[in-house]
């Protein structure tokens, strides 16, 4: 990405609590109002009125069970569950707002390609082109028994399906219907020309779809493809098919390394790797001084609840943090769940020498991305060291308290960058792909239109 803005994501998840763990207890949290359209709306206001490329929604099935080989920390204490589905929300938050993005997370393991390319053109189609499809291949063992299969599949398998499931939807959202199938020739009695629909006819390990398409092209055809993958298998996957990607690492250092490192494979399978756009996540805490701001930091330092946040992260990592003391070293495993969440701190910080107790403070408020704490100036300024020394394209900004995270960075961050030039003041295009790529199609370059 070349251009010298910095643009945003709301990170946010249909449930009391995503990556944080506790504050849901901060007096005039409204996280438990995740259950009502008027809330997302708001949201979607806020974010629009910030000038947001879009907002984004997580999305689990299953819930976080390696804590004490239990699922009752999590549900006591919130931690993604209870959890709605996020698709249902974005016509309701489309139809309050006019630029905003929606990029909804979908995960290639539990679910038929055919069946999810309908879902997202239909969605396309109701937001005017506002669409993004977060590709995970899912990590909760808990969400495998739910949907279906004995156990999760391996760590490697998953991104095979998800390469093959990939493959499938470019077919249908680009092959499948040329772009003047439809006529509408009331005369004739012709709605579609059948010569300009055709078949996909795919066969594949997983899947065996003929098509055609049941829809017809939505205004992006192919939604943003966001994703996060960071063990070696999961770069190899996202520098295919990544138009966005989201690191999660706690230092700058951590997160050029793999900015350059996803540029460098994307430009190996023959894709201009400046096209990347990386988001890093952040966790702000602002208010009008420095003074108010560390005061609102120590009070979600106080809410952060230790057990709750080691449940949280005992699911990504696959580790039963409830067998270690709290002095006790993290060492590196291999995990068949979030390879990159452990990498981010035995790998990427190793320096930190992390014991359970530092991952579960540093932990506690931004998971594996930093906490920003300060004035507007002082936030804005680091936001603009990092989106200069690392080659992000913006961040994704993570809540801590809702809507107030939101709310204060849009109030005070916001304007602070905008005069800085940094924020856009109006949006440039009409879909999310022309305000965040600048194209209303996929590149030229991208394996789908290969
Ligand atoms: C910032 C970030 C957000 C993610 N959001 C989700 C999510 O909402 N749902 C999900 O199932 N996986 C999510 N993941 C997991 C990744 O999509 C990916 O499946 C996971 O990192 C495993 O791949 P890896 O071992 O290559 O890192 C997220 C990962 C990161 C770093």
Redesign the pocket.
């Known amino acids: 990405m070349t251009d010298e803005t910095i643009h945003f994501n709301l ?1 946010t ?1 249909n449930a009391v609590e995503h ?1 944080t763990a506790g504050n849901w207890r901060t007096p005039g949290d409204q996280s438990h109002r995740y259950t009502e359209l008027d809330y997302w709306q708001e949201v979607a206001r806020l974010a629009e009125r910030g000038g947001f490329d879009a907002v ?6 299953g819930i976080y069970d390696v804590f004490g080989g239990s699922r009752d920390t999590a549900i006591e204490k919130a931690v993604q569950t209870p959890a709605n589905d996020p698709e249902l929300l974005v016509p309701a938050m489309a139809s309050v707002t006019d630029h905003l993005g929606f990029a909804v ?1 979908r ?1 290639t393991t539990y679910v038929h390609p055919y069946q999810l390319a309908r879902e997202l053109s239909t969605l396309d189609h109701l937001t005017d082109g506002r669409l993004a499809f ?7 063992e808990s ?1 495998a028994e739910n949907l279906g299969l004995d156990e999760r599949m391996e ?1 490697d398998a ?2 095979d399906r998800a390469e093959e499931f990939l493959r499938v939807c470019y077919r249908l959202w680009e092959d499948s219907w040329e772009d003047d199938a439809v006529v509408r020739d009331a005369e004739a009695g012709r709605y579609t020309d059948p010569e300009k629909v055709h078949a996909v006819d795919f066969e594949g390990d997983h899947f065996s779809v003929p098509g055609p398409h049941s829809c017809e092209p939505s205004p992006q055809r192919t939604p943003v493809l966001y ?9 190899n ?2 520098a295919r098919n990544a138009e966005a990607l ?3 690492q706690p230092t700058k250092e951590a997160v050029r390394s793999y900015v350059e490192d996803v540029r460098e494979r994307a430009e190996e399978r023959g894709r201009d790797g400046d096209d990347l756009a990386f ?1 890093a ?1 952040i966790a702000p805490v602002v208010g009008e001084t420095e003074e108010v701001a560390r005061a609102k930091y120590e009070t979600y330092r106080e809410n952060v609840d230790y057990e709750a946040t080691l449940a949280l992260l005992g699911g ?1 990592m696959d580790l039963d943090f409830s067998e270690l003391a709290p002095d006790q070293r993290v060492e590196h495993i291999e ?1 068949e ?5 452990v ?2 701190l035995t790998k990427h910080a190793p320096e930190r020498d992390w014991t359970v107790r530092d991952v579960a403070e540093f932990c506690g408020l931004g ?3 930093p906490v920003v704490v300060g004035s507007p100036e002082q936030v804005a300024d680091e936001l603009e060291r990092w989106h200069d020394e690392t080659g992000i394209a913006g961040f ?1 900004v993570k809540e801590i308290v809702r809507p107030g995270t939101l709310r204060d960075f849009v109030d005070l961050v916001v304007p602070e960058l905008r005069e800085r030039g940094l924020v856009r003041e109006e949006y440039e295009g009409e879909t999310l792909r022309e305000n965040m790529l600048g194209r209303r199609y996929l590149a030229d370059d991208h394996p789908a239109k290969r």
């Open positions: 990170f998840m990556v984004f929604f997580a999305d689990v099935r997370t995960s977060n590709v995970v291949t899912s990590y909760l969400a760590h998953r991104y994703q996060a993958g960071s063990s070696d298998r999961g770069r996957f996202a989201f690191v999660s988001f996540g990504f995990t769940a979030i390879q990159g969440a990498n981010a998971s594996t991305s994704n």
